[in-house]
């Protein structure tokens, strides 16, 4: 008979490591029924885990699978939501393996998605300790002035919150318009669009175009999605050594 971890299990179906044991900790997690909340517990080949308020049948495999979506204006960045009749399921359904995204897109910015079965790697992308730089491209109502994209870099408070990118450039400026590349390393809820409210404008259009090392051109059309392989999987599987990092 063959033996897998509870933890395991539930970094297979995308949770982190960090992410699954404090599910199990805190009594959310059941096998078979009954309320596990030790990591280490043995599970075998179709125990039911029941999980927020999941049930899924434990499998062996582990092949971790990596893609990459370029997610069109209109689509919400969600597997399931009975408000929502777009979302990104739709999308990726040739996907055969349960991933998750890593991170999230608002219903109205397109760009870089990565899909992974691979918890730890989605901790690693979306959480700001680890500092994975992601890159957007906005268009603002505004015809931007160097003090402005200081402001931004070096920070403002919204809503109780201290935001700020790593870095901005003034790509272009229209007649009452810019264009600005924006590189940001957390993950705050509108934070790109909250950054540029703070000094007076609007975000008319935002576009993700890298995700660590994962750029837009590997998937250049809306609604196209790729799997990761090659000198890519390589680079991005890299970050892997910023948990250990991560934990000093």
């Known amino acids: 008979m063959i033996f897998i971890k509870l933890q395991k299990f539930l970094q297979q179906l995308g949770y982190s490591r960090r992410a699954a044991d404090k599910q199990i900790f805190n009594g959310k997690v059941k096998v078979n029924g009954k309320t596990v909340t030790v990591p280490w517990h043995d599970v075998e080949e179709n125990d039911e885990i029941f999980i927020e308020g999941k049930a899924h049948k434990v499998k062996y ?3 971790y699978v990596y893609y990459v979506l370029h997610k069109p204006v209109g689509y919400v960045t969600s ?3 009975p408000k929502e009749k777009m979302t990104i399921s739709k999308l990726i359904s040739k ?3 349960p991933v998750k995204p890593a991170g999230r897109l608002d219903k109205d910015v397109s760009g870089v998605l990565i899909l992974t079965n691979d918890g730890d790697l989605i901790n690693i992308l979306t959480h700001a300790r680890y500092g994975v730089e992601k890159v957007y491209i906005a268009k603002v109502s505004k015809r931007l002035s160097k003090s402005s994209i200081f402001k931004i870099e070096k920070g403002v408070y919204n809503e109780g919150e201290f935001l700020k990118c790593k870095k901005a450039f003034i790509k ?3 007649k009452n318009h810019s264009i600005v590349k ?3 390393t957390e993950g705050k809820k509108h934070e790109v669009k909250r950054l540029f409210k703070s000094i007076g404008c609007e975000v008319l259009e935002l576009k993700r ?3 660590g090392p994962i750029h837009i051109s590997l998937v250049p059309k809306p609604g196209e999605i790729k ?3 090659g000198i890519y999987l ?3 599987l890299n970050l892997k050594h910023l948990e250990k990092l991560g934990e000093g």
């Open 61 to 63: 495999r582990k092949n």
């Open 79 to 81: 597997l399931k939501d």
């Open 95 to 97: 996907i055969k393996e």
């Open 172 to 174: 272009k400026l229209g």
């Open 182 to 184: 924006v590189i940001m």
């Open 209 to 211: 175009v890298s995700h």
């Open 227 to 229: 799997k990761i392989t």
């Open 234 to 236: 390589k680079k991005l």
